[in-house]
């Protein structure tokens, strides 16, 4: 039997980096990037520009969505042409190619509005003795994004939750946290967002493998950090998925 095929967008990017460690040789890669990739099947595009895309998805089981503009260092022009724009070019692209399913890369950045306030305020700070009672923030809380940058992932969310209503497109959007080309934590408030290279290859793996049966879901992607305020006992129930490295393993 082929291999499936499995389309990555920004693999040569941090996170594509580490993914493309953890699954190469198990599906046949293809990448969807601006420039080329030595060794993958490589289509040459930019996210903004529907028609220059489309190619890349023929064929395609499954898309893993990692490009963008990220943060808000950048214009607000770069985050609509390519998170906003391009998240809606990827999934129609897939919805036109017949793919089973997008994998989305969201962001911690939905939700870190909350920060701004007790008892968030004071974690991220590194201030715990000041922190008391608190519960950490599931996939069912409220949003709040902190930027550009957070409300357009919270835009490319409810395109997927569009497209997997619509269309019946299996769509999971991942809300990752702070992944560090050093792969260990550098700031106070990365001891409670950090995630490891290892803990999101890992998860994508296994959102790759989920079941076809699972629709839509929203999932945080964050290690095992003591003082980490989002939720991870939901990707346990639903996918299996525990992630192995923690923040208090590396010092500041």
């Known amino acids: 039997m082929p291999a499936r095929r499995v389309l990555v967008?920004?693999?040569s990017g941090l996170i594509g980096t580490a993914l493309r460690r953890e699954i190469e040789?198990?599906?046949a890669l293809r990448a969807l990037n601006r420039r080329p990739v030595p060794g993958v099947e490589c289509h040459l595009a930019d996210l903004g520009d529907l028609e220059a895309i489309k190619p890349a998805f023929a064929g395609v089981h499954t898309v893993v969505h990692l490009a963008a503009a990220a943060g808000d260092h950048n214009a607000p022009a770069e985050i609509m042409r390519s998170n906003v724009a391009g998240a809606y070019n990827i999934f129609e692209a897939s919805r036109l190619a017949g793919v089973s399913r997008v994998i989305?890369?969201?962001s911690g950045a939905t939700v870190s509005g909350w920060e701004r306030e007790p008892p968030l305020s004071h974690i991220v700070a590194g201030q715990y003795d000041q922190v008391g009672d608190w519960k950490p923030l599931t996939h069912e809380s409220p949003l709040r994004p902190s930027g550009?940058?957070?409300?357009?992932?919270v835009w490319g969310e409810a395109l997927g939750r569009h497209y997997s209503d619509a269309y019946g497109m299996s769509v999971l959007c991942l809300r990752i946290g702070r992944v560090r080309a050093e792969d260990r934590p550098t700031t106070p408030r990365e001891m409670s967002v950090w995630c490891s290279?290892?803990?999101v290859a890992r998860m994508l793996a296994t959102c790759i493998e989920a079941p076809a049966s699972l629709r839509f879901d929203v999932f945080y992607v964050v290690s095992n950090n003591r003082w980490s305020y989002r939720d991870v006992e939901h990707a346990r129930a639903v996918l299996g998925w525990t992630p192995v490295d923690r923040a208090e393993d590396h010092g500041l």
């Open 197 to 199: 290279q290892r803990d």
């Open 25 to 27: 040789g198990k599906y």
């Open 148 to 153: 550009l940058y957070g409300a357009s992932k």
């Open 104 to 106: 989305f890369a969201s």
């Open 9 to 11: 967008t920004g693999l």
